[in-house]
């Protein structure tokens, strides 16, 4: 039992972590802060997979001795593969918030508020008497 | 945000920080083969440098350090380094970015044209990433009045 | 209506939490991901790129060989979206002339 709950409370910090994102991005109404849930929300998925890449008395991915394959030991390095996998998701969650930044920008050029109530209402309006 | 800080201790360590930062940016590009970093990490910090110089003098000033359009422009080098090296290798007989027949115009091994072949890809990488956070930083501050 | 959309977030949780519950235990060195072979007979990825990256690239740092000569192609991609990410905000945002 204790075994159990030492092997699993890595997986649940960063699934609460998932779900504050989560409630982030539903129940704000403030655009820039459904942003800061979104972002709580990619930076949990990595934390994710980096919590499944460890392995006990493994070291940084860089090789210690140059020899050929035989006499590398996998069991002393960590498994690098996720590692990899999430600087890419790192590099796509900052495009992402920066696409992001700008079309906020954008709406509050043409709408003037960032509250997502206010902006339907707006909408709608603009949308029932266009304004050409 | 205002660019200028009206203190003059923070302006000028700024100031001076900034170079050391992007000398230490290099280090992690090019030392990518032997010690943890590499292409993404170094180019994050040199665009770092950048935003701090011009957080720290306004955007006026820090315009002699790097110009208005040219972050797109770099981030369009980078990108154009990464397929350079994937099509340099095409023409010389191997398939896209096969990087070990780099070794029929260098000097060197198969094994270490692969070595060197990470290498160009890790700069192309580090570039673009330096000039696309600068531009994205130029293009969201680009009505304000004293950014 | 707002309690209705709480009990499902904290549902939500629950299940998330509840699914986690049959991972390996963390750091296990016989952890599937861990092994010689994958469940299919198929060598396994992260194994054979530890074993081979010296000799194959000459370069002691395994995760720089696999992402830019192994999985080069994805970072290729990665590079175009971040250009083009750059792309999109500066279109979006210049000045645009009155007609």
């Known amino acids: 039992m204790l075994r159990f709950l030492t092997g699993h409370y890595g997986y649940w910090f960063t699934l609460i972590l998932l779900t504050i994102g989560l409630y982030g991005m539903i129940f704000k109404r403030n655009l820039v802060k459904k942003l800061i849930g979104m972002t709580i929300f990619q930076v949990s998925i990595i934390m994710f997979y980096l919590t499944c890449a460890a392995k006990f008395g493994g070291t940084v991915p860089v090789l210690i001795d140059d020899s050929g394959p035989a006499a590398v030991n996998p069991a002393a390095y960590i498994n690098a593969l996720p590692h990899t996998l999430m600087l890419t998701a790192i590099v796509v969650g900052v495009a992402t918030t920066g696409v992001a930044f700008a079309i906020v920008i954008t709406i509050y050029k043409r709408y003037k508020t960032l509250d997502e109530d206010v902006l339907l209402e707006r909408m709608k309006k603009d949308h029932d008497a266009p304004a050409d | ?147 | 209506m707002k309690i209705i959309n709480y009990f499902i977030l904290i549902a939500f949780c629950g299940l998330l939490i509840y699914v986690s519950l049959d991972l390996p235990n963390r750091a296990d060195l016989d952890a599937v991901i861990n092994r010689e072979t994958s469940p299919a007979g198929t060598p396994n990825a992260a194994v054979f790129y530890t074993r081979h990256s010296y000799e194959d690239a000459h370069t002691p740092n395994i995760v720089t060989v696999i992402l830019a000569d192994y999985r080069g192609y994805d970072t290729m991609g990665e590079t175009t979206v971040i250009f083009t990410a750059g792309l999109i905000c500066m279109m979006l945002l210049r000045k645009r002339r009155k007609p």
């Open chain 2, 1 to 147: 945000m205002t660019g200028k800080s009206d203190n003059p201790i923070l302006s000028m360590i700024s100031r001076m920080i900034s170079p050391f930062i992007m000398i230490y940016a290099l280090y992690v590009i090019f030392h990518g083969h032997y010690s943890p970093g590499g292409g993404f990490q170094g180019g994050t910090m040199l665009g770092a440098a950048v935003i701090l110089s011009r957080l720290a003098s306004g955007s006026e000033l820090s315009r002699l350090l790097l110009g208005k359009g040219i972050g797109t422009l770099m981030g369009a080098i980078g990108v154009f380094i990464y397929f350079g090296t994937g099509f340099l290798a095409m023409l010389l007989g191997g398939r896209f970015l096969e990087y070990k027949y780099l070794a029929r115009i260098m000097p060197v091994s198969d094994a270490m044209a692969r070595n060197w072949g990470i290498q160009f890809v890790e700069v192309g990488v580090g570039l673009a990433v330096m000039g696309i956070m600068v531009a994205l930083y130029d293009d969201i501050l680009t009505g304000e009045p004293d950014a």
